[in-house]
C-alpha cells in the first residue's frame, strides 16, 4: 500500500489496520512514523500504546501514555488505559492514582470501577475494593 509520505493521518490508518491484523512490528513502525509527523497526535500515542499493552511491553505503554496524557489530561480513556499499564506491571499505587483521575473524568464507566476494585485488592484495601466492585455492579445494570 502506498502512502502520502507526508501524511501522519494515512500513517496512522495503516498503523490501526496493521495492529488489527497482529502485525506489530510493521504497526510500531507505521504509528511512529504518524506521531513524528504530527507530534501531537494523541491517537497515534493511544495506538503505540495499546501495540505496547498487547505485547507485554508495559513500560513502554506507560511511557507513551505519560506523554498522551500530557497532551490530553481530560481523556478518561488514557487515564484508564495507564491504569491497566501500571496494573500489569505491578505498579499498584500508580494505578490507583491513574484509574482514580479515570473515574474522577468518567464516573459511569463499570471497567474503570472494576479495575480499581482488583487494584485496592492487591493493595490490601478490602474495604475500597468492595465498595469499587459494587460500584462497577452498580453501573452495570
Given at each position: 500500500?502506498?502512502?502520502?509520505?507526508?501524511?501522519?493521518?494515512?500513517?496512522?490508518?495503516?498503523?490501526?489496520?496493521?495492529?488489527?491484523?497482529?502485525?506489530?512490528?510493521?504497526?510500531?513502525?507505521?504509528?511512529l512514523?504518524?506521531?513524528?509527523?504530527?507530534?501531537?497526535?494523541v491517537?497515534?500515542?493511544?495506538?503505540?500504546?495499546?501495540?505496547?499493552?498487547?505485547?507485554g511491553?508495559?513500560?513502554?505503554?506507560?511511557?507513551?501514555?505519560?506523554?498522551?496524557?500530557?497532551?490530553?489530561?481530560d481523556?478518561?480513556?488514557?487515564?484508564?488505559?495507564?491504569?491497566?499499564?501500571?496494573?500489569?506491571?505491578?505498579?499498584?499505587?500508580?494505578?490507583?492514582?491513574?484509574?482514580?483521575?479515570?473515574?474522577?473524568?468518567?464516573?459511569?464507566?463499570?471497567r474503570?470501577?472494576?479495575?480499581?476494585?482488583?487494584?485496592?485488592?492487591?493493595?490490601?484495601?478490602?474495604?475500597?475494593?468492595?465498595?469499587?466492585?459494587?460500584?462497577?455492579?452498580a453501573?452495570?445494570?
Amino acid at each position: 500500500m502506498e502512502l502520502s509520505p507526508d501524511s501522519s493521518e494515512s500513517h496512522f490508518n495503516l498503523g490501526w489496520a496493521l495492529l488489527a491484523e497482529d502485525e506489530p512490528a510493521q504497526a510500531e513502525a507505521t504509528l511512529l512514523e504518524s506521531v513524528r509527523l504530527d507530534p501531537g497526535n494523541v491517537e497515534g500515542l493511544f495506538a503505540l500504546a495499546l501495540l505496547h499493552q498487547r505485547t507485554g511491553a508495559y513500560a513502554r505503554a506507560v511511557s507513551v501514555l505519560k506523554l498522551a496524557v500530557e497532551k490530553r489530561p481530560d481523556d478518561a480513556r488514557l487515564h484508564y488505559s495507564l491504569g491497566v499499564a501500571y496494573n500489569s506491571q505491578e505498579a499498584v499505587d500508580q494505578a490507583i492514582l491513574a484509574l482514580e483521575t479515570a473515574a474522577r473524568l468518567m464516573p459511569d464507566d463499570p471497567r474503570i470501577h472494576r479495575l480499581l476494585g482488583v487494584a485496592f485488592d492487591k493493595k490490601e484495601l478490602p474495604a475500597r475494593a468492595r465498595e469499587a466492585y459494587r460500584r462497577a455492579a452498580a453501573l452495570s445494570g
